[in-house]
């Protein structure tokens, strides 16, 4: 139920007016500025009151990915909406992007209507003609596989044809088609498609290999990126506040030595910070430089982008080097932003000849002032020579550090807050990691990455959609400069619940030890995941299920990464039994001496005869079960251990419990005591995992066991104002003396196992000689397979 007295309360109830489900209008009250976009919109459509819901779900569009370059024509969109002009999102797709082409610019209603389909109607009988030309192009495949065919393909197929054409009425006249074809469903068009076993393939040592992965899916993500000798295009339409646009793309001179230089390779590149562990989202970052550069047969840098000395660190180098290639990835080069200093500096030199670049002596607080009132900087058309002069004072350590930076001449009444005049040097008195004392001035960022990437002959710079603003500012710089424009292509940034991803928060909590450390296996980080017990491979294959796509509300559910991670494992860790939380159970009709070698499968399928695929447990007169697994009240849904009742005990034999012995409190179950039936003639329904005594009186393999849990209980705690103390204080849970076959003490660093009914774990590094601990990867609930199959 909704709680309208909640903060936010009033907002959750609008969005429902217009007919958002309850989940989506949730996360959009948690979400300051989702809020505060969709209630303007809401406003500007005038439908206050509510509306119809496939109207206020392209509104929750409009306001979740409408271009901040045109906000003036947004109430204009908001009104084609409500009126029915623009009704599904295909449409609303169209509109998007040619108003974030225009910005600010008059808006002809004629070119707008026609690029979104405004007043296109289809007929039926085009329609049908289309799906006719689709039914037979698919004849063959459709006759082959009846009902298995992906109809959503032809469903594809024949919006290609009409793309403004009715999906509903899409469906309808596929499906009936279908049905004239093929007839009524058969009970084999019911069945599901048997799946054949994968073979077990054999162990071999892993290599990694020039921009190569692991082996993913079959689809191709980067079919949507332009090849090298396509980069002629124009790339964005930079708007000034004195009516002049700028168009910048390559001359074909330019091009020309750009593919000269390259070869017409693709060249990409991976530029992160040396300031942190990388996490999760760069995870996506890799896959997608790196990928393209494989797909392609080209090249990607691995570059540091260090032009901050206060923040970079070896050791965070060298965790990225180590983490790249864990993940497949083996750059072709390793540069540093600052390799190219020199250059850098000379090309500032160059701007201000061309009146590009000016000094400045104004304090952050003055420019931050002066940007948030558009007004220019006292010394913003001082003389070049001037310039020239302080520029180069600045660069000897002539001049204070704070008392001068040197600021690029762009357009500070432009509508994009990145055209404001953005700085391109500091002075820091403060000795590079990189490059020692040599230099006391260095270049930001938005000076430095856009230059290096031509410098570099970088064919796609790919980077996340919170670049996307600063896209004017790329190409502003690179055109007065007048060099290789690299063509940049913005993706969402990959999200995940119930974690944070921002490097100020990460770094919040391992130095304020909320965490264990950068590798924590409760963080997104990549080290984190892999002490955990998570795989590259499975890292990469969620990521390329996710996809490549600008959507910006793109937030995945943990148990979607999770369902990757437990496909991979389950094929992969060899099975074993491990007791937790161990409650003691006696055997009374088998004899104290007695003990029995049993064979137990290390993989679901072994065949007997197969040695290696089992390992040997006792059976003894001592055994332990989960102390979860007994209760006193048996019930009909209840398949584990109670008084008077028979369980199997897996690879072993029927047990029935025929006495429970209690604590001194009368209530704390602290033994039971049982018979076995050696002939198995009973088959109870209830089968418990379970750990014996090696011999007599001696304890089992003891292990320490670490159980996780997602670290914040909220689905995106980065939304909260105060988000410590939405930390999960269950995220983490230690099991000092675990009981397990003897199968595991020989586990090392790095070997995987399911334990049978509790989960996939991983041996953790803090493992000694004296005592093995595992991590828990993965529990054996999968929520998004059942979410995913509804």
Known sequence: MVNKDDNGGEALELFLKIGLDERTAQNAVVNSKVTSNLTAVIREAGVEDGCDKSVGNLLYMVATKYPANA?????????????????????????????????????????????????????????KMAVEDVINENKEAILAQRYRINAGNLYGQVRKHHPWADAKV????????????????????????????????????????????????????????????????????????????????????????????????????FPPEPNGYLHIGHAKALFVSFGLAQERNGCCYLRYDDTNPEAEKQEYIDHIQDIVHWMGWKPFKITYSSD?????????????????????????????????????????NRPITESLKLFDEMRRGMIDEGKATLRMKQD???????????????????????????WCIYPSYDYTHCIVDSLENITHSLCTLEFESR????????????????????????????????????????????????????????????????????????VRGVGITRSDNSMIRLDRLEYYIREEMNKTAPRTMVVLNPLKVVLTNLDASATMELDAKIWPD????????????????????????FRMKD??????????????????????????????????????????????????????????EPSPGVDPFKVEVRLFDK????????????????????????????????????????????????????????????????????????????????
Not at 75 to 99: C, G, R, W
Not at 217 to 236: C, R
Not at 355 to 380: C, F
Request: one cysteine or more; a neutral charge.
């Open 340 to 380: 190219y200093f020199q250059e850098l500096y000379d090309l500032a030199v160059e701007l201000i000849k061309r009146g590009r670049a000016y000094v400045d002596h104004q304090t952050p607080e003055e420019i931050k002032e002066y940007r948030e009132k558009k007004l220019d900087s006292p010394w913003r």
């Open 412 to 438: 500070m009444q432009s509508d994009n807050y990145n055209m404001y005049d953005l700085i391109a040097y500091r002075i820091k008195f403060t000795p590079h990691p990189h490059t020692g004392d040599k």
């Open 471 to 542: 896209r004017a500012s790329y190409y502003w710089l690179l055109e007065s400069l007048d060099i290789y424009l690299p063509y940049v292509w913005e993706y969402s940034r990959l999200n995940v619940t119930n974690t944070v991803m921002s490097k100020r928060k990460l770094n919040r909590l391992v130095r304020e030890k909320w965490v264990d450390g950068w590798d924590d296996p409760r963080l997104m980080t990549l080290a984190g995941l892999r002490r955990r017990g998570v795989s590259s491979d499975a890292i990469n294959t969620f």
């Open 635 to 692: 019930s009909k849904d209840y398949y584990g251990l109670a008084p008077g009742k028979t369980v199997l005990l897996r690879y072993a034999f029927p047990i029935k419990c025929t006495e429970v012995i209690f604590g001194d409190d009368k209530e704390t179950v602290i033994e039971l005591h049982a018979e076995y039936d050696p002939t198995k003639s009973v088959k109870p329904k209830g089968v418990l995992h379970w750990v014996a």
């Open 71 to 127: 906000l003036k024509h947004r109430p204009f969109l908001s009104h084609y909406i409500v009126s029915s002009k623009i009704k599904n999102t295909n449409q609303l797709d169209k509109a998007l992007p040619y108003l974030s082409n225009i910005g600010p610019e008059s808006l002809k209603v004629d070119d707008f209507e026609e690029a979104c389909g405004v007043g296109v109607e289809v007929t039926v009988e085009e329609i």
């Open 170 to 269: 899409v469906k309808e006249i596929v499906d009936v088609k279908l049905f004239e074809l093929l007839g009524e469903k058969t009970a084999a068009d019911e069945e599901k498609p048997v799946k054949k076993k994968k073979e077990k393939p054999p162990k071999v040592e892993e290599k990694v290999v020039a921009a190569s992965a692991p082996p993913l899916e079959d689809t191709n993500p980067f079919l949507i990126f332009p090849e090298p000798g396509e980069n002629n295009q124009v790339h964005t339409e930079i708007f000034f506040s004195d009516g002049s646009i700028w168009r910048p793309h390559n001359s074909k001179e330019k091009l020309e030595k750009h593919l000269k230089a390259t070869g017409s390779k693709v060249y990409t590149r």
């Open 606 to 629: 072994a065949q007997e005869g197969d040695s290696s695929s089992f390992y040997k447990v006792p059976f003894t007169k001592v055994v332990y079960i989960e102390k979860s697994d």
């Open 711 to 790: 670290l914040f209980l909220s689905e995106n705690p980065s939304e909260l104002d105060d988000w410590l103390p939405d930390l999960n204080s269950k995220s983490k849970e230690v099991i000092p003396e675990a009981y397990a076959t003897s199968n595991l003490e020989k586990a090392k660093f790095g070997d995987k196992f399911q334990f049978e009914r509790m989960g996939y774990f991983s041996v953790d590094q803090d493992s000694t000689a004296d005592k093995i601990i595992f991590n828990r990867t993965v529990t054996l609930r999968d929520s998004y397979a059942k979410v995913a199959n509804k």
